[in-house]
């Protein structure tokens, strides 16, 4: 590594640590002829990703488009930019724990709307219904439902015999 200001190629590491959920590691460095500080970081060369697009295109993963369709979903909502950029990562992280270096269009927007789901159920909402082309208000209204059914699913108390039962 060459100092940006003397271009001195000998430098010393004065500070490491990891960053992004230990993707990528930060390093703090001091020239040892001008004693300029800079930083670096060091993230793992991962293979390029291909989307399959609906019409059989491949195009390039962009994280940038993912975050920005994140974003706009998220948008006037209580959601933080650190929650987005958590989010924009275990979905790249997730793709390449999945191995392979193309996937589905359909299959991002699928973990896209999952993680959504979590976070916040309007930017959920949002992002379905610009990914599943919502016409009409009806498809708005089935597609709240059935979220607030999947809810009450999940938070829905077990009746006392049930819970009796499972305990045998």
Same mark, same amino acid.
């Given at each position: 590594?060459?100092?940006?200001?003397?271009?001195?190629? *000998?430098? /010393?590491?004065?500070?490491?640590?990891?960053?992004?959920?230990?993707?990528?590691?930060?390093?703090?460095?001091?020239?040892? =002829?001008?004693?300029?500080?800079?930083?670096?970081?060091? /993230?793992?060369?991962? *293979?390029?990703?291909?989307? %399959? =697009?609906?019409? @059989?295109?491949?195009?390039?993963?962009?994280?940038? !488009? $993912?975050? +920005?369709? %994140?974003?706009?979903?998220?948008?006037?909502?209580?959601? #933080?930019?650190?929650?987005?950029?958590?989010?924009?990562?275990?979905?790249?992280?997730?793709?390449?724990?999945?191995? @392979?270096?193309?996937?589905?269009?359909?299959? $991002?927007?699928? %973990?896209?709307?999952?993680?959504?789901?979590?976070?916040?159920?309007?930017?959920?909402?949002?992002?379905?219904?610009?990914?599943?082309?919502?016409? *009409?208000? +009806?498809?708005?209204? #089935?597609?709240? !439902?059935?979220?607030?059914?999947?809810?009450?699913?999940?938070?829905?108390? !077990?009746?006392?015999?049930?819970?009796?039962?499972?305990? =045998?």
């Amino acid at each position: 590594m060459r100092c940006p200001r003397c271009k001195h190629p *000998e430098d /010393k590491v004065t500070d490491s640590r990891s960053s992004r959920e230990d993707t990528v590691i930060r390093r703090r460095r001091e020239c040892l =002829k001008c004693g300029f500080r800079y930083t670096t970081y060091e /993230k793992i060369e991962q *293979e390029d990703l291909l989307v %399959i =697009k609906a019409d @059989g295109r491949r195009e390039a993963f962009s994280r940038d !488009k $993912l975050r +920005s369709g %994140i974003v706009k979903a998220c948008q006037k909502r209580p959601v #933080s930019s650190d929650q987005i950029e958590n989010e924009v990562e275990a979905i790249i992280q997730d793709l390449y724990i999945r191995g @392979g270096n193309e996937i589905a269009a359909s299959e $991002l927007g699928e %973990i896209v709307m999952e993680r959504l789901k979590k976070l916040d159920p309007v930017a959920y909402i949002r992002f379905a219904s610009v990914y599943r082309r919502f016409r *009409e208000v +009806s498809d708005f209204v #089935s597609a709240a !439902k059935n979220f607030d059914n999947k809810e009450e699913e999940k938070t829905e108390p !077990k009746s006392s015999s049930a819970a009796e039962q499972e305990d =045998k």
